[in-house]
């Protein structure tokens, strides 16, 4: 597995990373066991959760598991913005919290200390404000919640990285328009952006990509499947879904070029060098495994200029 700079922090991340929002759903510990030693046995050596992926339970999952290696073999990601509160009532088997957004200095801070007593490490690399945009809180509450990060909860980052208790920050969003926001104000040491630079949806565009590149800010890219609708290559694509005629045109690329189509959008963002490392999130661990494997399939170049001809910009 090839490794990655995280642009100019001292981190070196596996150009495939596992993002371990869906082990907190699985029913049997077994199973998350398996698919994290999967990806571990595949090469790859960085690991994303957050707070509210299971409420708490990915991370207590990862840490466990983690917890295992050596702390130098691997780079960890988790999120603050999400702080998950005790509440009575819920049933047998659901984590007994409920969630709540800070971005203040202090619940940056309080979510840093949840993190680190779930995970049961004693270090965490990378920290990422989790979600602070108009899709998930609504414009109203972005507007509300924006200004606190950028008076206090960046301050709280900047002095966990100083204090040495994280090694860099940055953002975790699903949308370029917040990411060029905060860029524009804070130098973050890199974004996590989900959905918005893959193989059918360039959204990020020239003015993101170009704002990384001349800050030196490198890129983590998640939603590369866009939930599951470039998975395969003959599959019934799902109604509903925006992505779905983009999937449908890039599929029929996929079968006339003999390639397959997970293969192409999972190798399209790390053409990038802006890009350090692509998350996958599946809890099927013979699936990762050939998703993985995908990354030597050959793609010629005008198979990729066919690809291009039909994303979303």
């Known amino acids: 597995m090839e490794f990655r700079q995280l642009g100019t922090a001292p981190l070196q991340l596996s150009k495939i990373g596992y993002g371990a929002a869906r082990i907190g759903d699985l029913n049997r510990l077994q199973d998350c066991e398996a698919v994290l030693n999967t990806a571990w046995a595949s090469g790859i050596r960085y690991f994303d959760t957050a707070p509210g992926y299971g409420l708490g339970l990915s991370e207590r999952r990862l840490g466990d598991f983690l917890r295992t290696k050596d702390r130098s073999s691997y780079v960890l ?14 049933p047998a088997g659901v984590m007994p919290f409920e969630l709540t957004y800070d971005y203040t200095y ?58 040495g208790n ?29 959905g918005k630079y893959t193989l059918i949806d360039r959204t990020a565009g020239t003015r993101l990509l170009g704002v990384c590149q001349r800050s030196g800010t490198p890129l983590i890219i998640g939603g590369i499947f866009h939930g599951g609708v470039l998975l395969a290559d003959d599959q019934a694509q799902p109604e509903g879904n ?59 170049d005008h198979v990729w200029s066919r690809f291009n001809s039909v994303a979303l910009n």
């Open 242 to 300: 925006p992505a779905t005629p983009y999937a449908k045109m890039a599929q029929d690329i996929a079968h006339v070029s003999d390639i397959r189509l997970e293969s192409a959008a999972l190798q399209f963002p790390l053409l990038n060098p802006s890009v350090a490392s692509a998350v996958l999130g599946t809890t099927n661990p013979e699936r990762l495994t050939r998703m993985v494997d995908g990354l030597e399939d050959p793609i010629p």
């Open 166 to 194: 994280i090694t860099a920050f940055g953002i975790g969003v699903n949308d370029v328009g917040v990411c060029l926001d905060i860029m524009h104000r804070v130098k973050l040491d890199c974004v996590m952006l989900s």
């Open 77 to 90: 990601s988790t999120k603050v913005g999400k702080i998950l509160s005790p509440v009575r009532g819920r």
């Open 106 to 163: 202090d619940g940056v801070m309080r979510s840093f200390e949840f993190s680190m007593a779930r995970l049961g490490l004693s270090t965490i690399d990378l920290l990422l404000a989790d979600d602070i945009e108009v899709p998930t809180l609504g414009l109203a509450d972005y507007r509300r919640h924006l200004p606190r990060f950028l008076e206090s909860g960046i301050r709280a980052l900047e002095e966990l990285k100083a204090n």
